[in-house]
C-alpha cells in the first residue's frame, strides 16, 4: 500500500495560481488555455487542494492532480513555502464539471486537453478501491448529538453515497476530553446551532481501508476561551437552579416544628 499522497493547496484568481498570500504563478507559467478563453467567477474564492505528482528537475516544472476542489484548510495555505525554485505548474486529471462551476466564462473545447470527464459514481467508486488510493471531498452537517467525544478527537459515522458501511470520520483538537460527552448541550448554546459542519476528503485504499482527513469550524473553535465560557455557563445554572435539600422531620424537637409554622 502506498503512503497518503502529498499535496498542497492552490488558490486559482484571474491573476493566476497563488501557492500562498504572496507567491503566484502567471497563467502563462501553466498549461492552462489563453487567458482569452476563460475567467474565474467573481462569487467564491477557488481554493484546491492537489496532489504533487512529479517534480521534473530540468523545466523546475511541479505536476499536480486536484484532489478537493472545495477545500477549506486555508491555515495550511498561508504556511506554503516550496523548498526548490518552481518555474511552471502543470495540471493533470482536472474533472470538467468541478472546474466549471468556477468559472463566469470559458470556452470548453480549449479545456479538452487537461481536463476528463467525471466518471459514473458506481464505477467511480470501484476505482477507488482497485487502485492503491483515492479521494472523495465530502462535506455535510451533523447534529452534535450524534458526536463522539474522545481523548484528542472527535469522531462520527456518516453513511457516504457509494460506500457500502458509514465512514468512521475523525477530527483532532488538542483540547477534546471525554468527559464533554456529558455536556453536549453546551456546546450547542456556544456554537448557536445544534449541527456542526464537516468538510474534506476521504482517502480510499485498494484493501478497503478508509482514511478521513476533514476539518470542522466548530470543533476546530474548542479552546481553553470556550470551556472557560462553558463553565460559566455551568455556574450560572447552579445558581438558578439551586439544590433542594430535605430535612428528616423525625430529627426536630418540637420547638423546632412550631418554628417552622411562624
Known sequence: MKNTPRTIILKLTNAGVFYNENDFFLWK??????RDFFLFTQSHEVIWEVEMLKFDKNSATLFVRPLDYQCKRFEDFKLQNPKTPIRNLHFEGIIWTNLKKDLSYYSSQEFDAITIQEEPLKRKMRKFIEEDFSSLPISFDIPIKKVSFKLGYVEMEKKIRGLKEPALIKIHNDFILPEFEHIKAYFSKIFKKRKINVSGKLILHENGEIES????????????KMLSTIRQLKIKEVIKKPPVITIDKSLLTNEDFFQGLN
Not at 476533514?214 to 481553553?224: A, G, L, V, W
Request: aromatic content about 12%; overall charge negative; some cysteine.
Open 29 to 34: 507559467s501553466t498549461n492552462f488555455p489563453s
Open 213 to 224: 482527513h476533514c476539518y470542522s469550524e466548530e470543533i476546530s473553535s474548542i479552546n481553553e
